[in-house]
């Protein structure tokens, strides 16, 4: 909101002002909540393709990389794995984070209404206009998470036996 704020040259990056300026003008409380629908129709689908395209890409890069120094190459493994899913993930994921914005930059009453109107006025590939950005913010963070998580279940096992 702010960030759209901003670009209409409407308000300052001071988010308590935009905070009292959204609940107060902009719908009362339940503007906090405007795009939600969106979020909760994509979670199930993006957790889905998050976890099991990472599990496919561990196992296979494993197989692809042979038995023959595993341990010592997991961690690459891991690492490609996160961004495999995170890439994966991003196909549903970005088409859903442009509709949530919309509704909650208040372009739209509601995500149903974003999503036909953005295909007919817009076109369907300006619902991945932002998949770069998705990506380059994404792909890292999934990089530096399955690897940890991985080196933690390492060390949980060794610690506990």
């Known amino acids: 909101l702010v960030q759209t704020e901003l670009g209409a040259g409407r308000s300052s990056r001071n988010l308590l002002q935009v905070f009292r300026k959204?609940?107060?003008?902009?719908?009362?409380?339940?503007?906090?909540?405007?795009?939600?629908?969106?979020?909760?129709?994509?979670?199930?689908?993006?957790?889905?393709?998050?976890?099991s395209s990472y599990e496919a890409a561990k196992h296979g890069l494993h197989r692809v990389l042979g038995h023959k120094d595993q341990e010592r190459k997991s961690w690459v493994v891991h690492c490609l794995a996160g961004a495999s899913a995170s890439v994966a993930t991003s196909f549903v994921y970005t088409p859903s984070e442009c509709i949530k914005n919309r509704v909650q930059a208040g372009l739209y009453t509601n995500s149903w209404r974003a999503l036909t109107q953005v295909i007919t006025r817009e076109g369907p590939f300006t619902l991945y206009r932002a998949w770069p950005a998705v990506l380059l913010?994404?792909?890292?963070?999934?990089?530096?998470?399955?690897?940890?998580?991985?080196?933690?279940?390492?060390?949980?096992?060794?610690?506990?036996g």
Do not use: C, D, M
Not at 26 to 43: C, D, E, I
Not at 137 to 153: C, D, G, H, M, T
């Open 22 to 51: 959204l609940v107060t003008q902009g719908g009362g409380p339940k503007r906090l909540y405007y795009g939600l629908a969106t979020n909760l129709a994509s979670s199930i689908p993006i957790s889905a393709i998050y976890t």
């Open 137 to 160: 913010r994404n792909v890292p963070q999934s990089i530096v998470k399955f690897f940890a998580y991985e080196q933690l279940k390492v060390a949980v096992h060794q610690w506990r």
